[in-house]
């Protein structure tokens, strides 16, 4: 009895053992790399039943994608019956292509879009030319077989498939032409017909690619010679690459990550600045030019991001996110300070009542729309000139520069929001066209980052020169005008003990001179107290009157 309960749990233990094994392999299997699961694909396509429909894109049997590469004409000849004559002998093409199973094994329905870019030789107008394309894809041979679809059919998928299937199957030139003139698409070929022949072909990964299988399309796109007429399109080449969408929706995220980052950064810079500030005569000290240049640059960038994020639904929340940060940068804190240096500069029109307040307010939120519409059309018109409009765009520290040598203010801006925000503004632009594997595809442009840099360098370095040295500090004494001196010279023999009226303590002049400081009005005060006042208020606290700049 012992014996048979050891035999029984001797084969129970086999039997999980072998189902362990088998379920151990069976992953290992489906990683194996094609190559070692088939010895031919010319061989054995016919006998092995693929199950086509849970394949993904970029596969041997699906070619559903995207593919970026390159188009030139293969003669000097630019010039086709159905579009305008292209411009230009190359340029960039872009594919979209949508492969589907059909009934016959080994055979992929496939419709898309091919646009040409760079067909224009205008800079100013960056003209693309779109075909809609329709065809068979042989993935045992790799053949890609489409043709122009301008006219549609109702019977057009059946007849590309018959038709294309039987070029790749080599039917005879009779059989070929029998079934090409009794074909519903033949008034449509004998008015110019596009045939577009193709091979797909795997690729090595590069660097960024590691993990992703690239595919290679090379082709070439003609219109075949009819019975009467010749060729009435010039031949062009094609030669693309598939587009890794996981990687550019991971860079994607990233950037988004980034620019929220950045704002997060930009709003604490921010709060630091308004409380360096947070009076009046600091915030008259403030040029509001340089506020709202920054603010139209987020409404901008704002704009931007939530555009992308509605067309590319997929990163919808990635970019909402990143569009919310900078409406939150522009709206609420750039907007308040606006509002602040606005007011501050406009100190009589604050005891006037709402209603002047209101035509105040009116007439800031109009201009800075104004501008903001304004600048949308600028950039719309001249979108080729889209560089040197964001050079310019990112002088906004040059009107403060120039309203403290006018106003020879006293340490407008902090330190930490000048160097702060001079970092945090040239990261998206050195990213966008400074990376050269950002996932915009921009080209990127190395001497303009180095310019942009340079620029923005220069203007922070001149902004914490003017900080430290005094903000008139390059301009040479001879040219600039007389400044009062807040420590001049006074009778000792005839002034006695005063007192100041800011702290309310006793100044002894003959003794502390050096610590006394004289308005024009002939009043007195210490020099840290008549300072921290100044700061505050540009009046003299005894008798009202307005003072010079220290």
């Known amino acids: 009895m012992k014996k048979n309960r050891t035999c029984g749990c001797f084969i129970f233990e086999l039997i999980v053992g072998i189902c362990i094994v088998f379920t151990l392999f069976q992953p290992a299997l489906a990683v194996r790399p094609l190559k070692e699961r088939t010895r031919s694909w010319g061989d054995e396509w016919f006998f092995i039943k693929k199950d086509e429909s849970d394949v993904g894109t970029y596969s041997p049997w699906n070619i559903t994608g995207t593919y970026k590469g390159t188009w030139n004409f293969r003669d000097s000849n630019n010039s086709s019956h159905w579009f305008p004559d292209f411009g230009k002998s190359n340029g960039v093409s872009v594919l979209e292509l949508v492969s589907t199973p059909t009934k016959i094994t080994g055979v992929h329905y496939v419709q898309g879009v091919i646009i040409f870019h760079d067909v224009v030789d205008n800079d100013r107008d960056t003209g693309a030319a779109q075909m809609r394309v329709e065809g068979v894809y042989i993935w045992p041979f790799r053949q890609l077989r489409m043709v122009v679809n301008r006219l549609f059919s109702s019977n057009f998928r059946q007849d590309t498939l018959g038709v294309f299937s039987s070029q790749v199957f080599q039917e005879s030139p009779r059989d070929k032409m029998w079934k090409k003139k009794n074909s519903p698409s033949f008034d449509m070929e004998k008015r110019c ?19 992703h299988e690239l595919y290679q399309l090379e082709g070439l796109i003609e219109s075949p010679s009819g019975e009467d007429d010749g060729e009435c399109f010039s031949p062009i080449v094609v030669n693309a690459t598939s587009v890794n969408v996981e990687v550019y929706y991971n860079k994607a995220v990233n950037y988004t990550l980034m620019v929220t980052f950045i704002s997060f950064l930009q709003v604490l810079l921010l709060i630091r600045q308004m409380e360096h500030s947070n009076t009046q005569l600091g915030a008259a000290k403030i040029s509001i030019l340089m506020i709202g240049q920054q603010a139209i640059m987020d409404a901008y960038l704002c704009l931007l991001h939530l555009t992308a994020g509605i067309l590319v639904e997929s990163l919808f929340n990635a970019f909402a996110t990143a569009a919310f940060f900078k409406f939150v940068v522009f709206s609420i804190f750039e907007m308040r300070y606006l509002l602040a240096i606005w007011k501050a500069n406009r100190p009589a029109s604050n005891g006037e009542g709402w209603e002047t307040m209101r ?50 203010s006293r340490k407008p801006l902090h330190p930490h929001y000048i160097l702060g925000m001079t970092a945090t503004r040239l990261a998206i632009p050195l990213y966008v066209f400074g990376c050269p594997n950002n996932f915009m595809r921009i080209d990127h442009d190395q001497t303009w980052c180095i310019c942009v840099a340079i620029f923005m360098g220069l203007q922070a370095t001149m902004l914490l020169l003017q900080h430290y040295l005094g903000s008139r500090w390059f301009i040479p004494r001879q040219i600039l005008p007389e400044k009062y001196s807040y420590y001049r010279g006074f009778d000792h023999n005839t002034c006695h003990s005063t007192d100041c009226v800011i702290c309310m303590t006793t100044i002894d002049l003959p003794q502390r001179s050096n610590d006394c400081m004289v308005t024009p009005c002939d009043h007195f005060f210490h020099s840290g107290c008549l300072q ?12 009202r009157r307005p003072l010079p700049a220290a």
């Open 193 to 211: 017909n596009l045939e577009i022949a193709a091979q797909i072909a795997r690729v090595s990964p590069n660097q960024y690619d590691e993990d």
């Open 359 to 408: 035509r105040e307010l009116s007439v800031l939120y109009s201009r800075f729309y104004g501008i903001l519409l304004g600048g949308i059309l600028i950039m719309y018109e001249f979108h080729s000139y889209l560089r040197p409009i964001l050079f310019v765009m990112y002088s906004f520290w040059i009107p403060q520069i120039v309203t403290n040598v006018i106003r020879d």
């Open 532 to 543: 921290r006042w100044m700061d505050i208020k540009m009046e003299c606290p005894t008798c």
